[in-house]
């Protein structure tokens, strides 16, 4: 079957790095991608990776191993504004998402 | 970018009642429109994939009868939940494919959410 997991939950301190890791199992594979839903809002895209290695945006950083069946999403100078959930969401060969349950980031002073 | 606009953005109702959610994509033709439901503190759960003039697909366990889907045109798409009661309240969005991704383009853009609440 098609399975992503992700950690539930996070906590990291304001100014630091974390990394949030997703392993995923797919029939076929056409991308992998993050998501930040803050509570009540819908999802917002972050990255997309579909080929191996990682890709920076400012802050954030993406990371894939299709040979792991492995990505993780990386978060530089926290701020408190990034406390959210995090989705991963693997692409399968017929264009469908499938999503993890999401890590809910918690970021202290 | 690349805008969806679903409206209303929260709705309350009486048992029994029925209630249709718009999903409009803006500035692009959308020939696939995906609907999902969020309970709180869950992940998004595909509820079925409306394509533009054909009957929707829907996912296992979710009611055809129950959420009628209809995508008459390239931009829009209607989920009508019919004989509304409270385990239907949940947090409702859906989302239009644009097409193909990059780094920094999703391949669906979301609606903002419309939350139902049935009392």
């Known amino acids: 079957g098609q399975n992503i997991d992700q950690p539930t939950e996070m906590t990291a301190t304001e100014g630091a790095i974390v990394q949030i890791n997703c392993t995923y199992q797919?029939?076929?594979?056409?991308?992998l991608f993050w998501y930040q839903q803050h509570a009540g809002e819908a999802p917002t895209f972050l990255s997309y990776?579909?080929l191996d290695g990682l890709e920076e945006k400012g802050r954030f950083s993406s990371f894939l191993s299709r040979s792991k069946g492995y990505s993780y999403l990386l978060l530089k100078e926290l701020q408190m504004k990034d406390s959210a959930s995090y989705l991963c969401?693997?692409?399968?060969?017929?264009?469908?998402?499938?999503w993890g349950a999401g890590t809910k980031l918690i970021i202290k002073p | 970018g690349a805008v969806v606009s679903q409206h209303p953005s929260w709705v309350i109702c009486k048992s029994g009642t029925s209630v249709k959610i718009e999903c409009r994509s803006l500035d692009f033709q959308a020939t696939t429109m995906f609907w999902y439901r969020q309970f709180p503190k869950q992940s998004l759960m595909l509820m079925a994939t409306s394509n533009e003039g054909s009957k929707a697909t829907y996912e296992q366990g979710v009611e055809k009868d129950k959420f009628l889907i209809n995508h008459a045109s390239l931009t829009l798409s209607t989920l009508t939940v019919t004989s509304a009661h409270p385990e239907d309240s949940s947090f409702y969005i859906c989302?239009?494919?644009?097409?193909?991704?990059?780094?920094?383009?999703?391949?669906?853009?979301f609606g903002n959410g419309t939350r139902l609440t049935v009392t």
């Open positions: 989302s239009a494919n644009q097409g193909t991704s990059n780094s920094y383009n999703s391949p669906l853009h």
């Open positions: 797919t029939s076929g594979f056409n991308g």
């Open positions: 969401a693997a692409m399968d060969s017929n264009y469908q998402l499938i």
């Open positions: 990776n579909v």
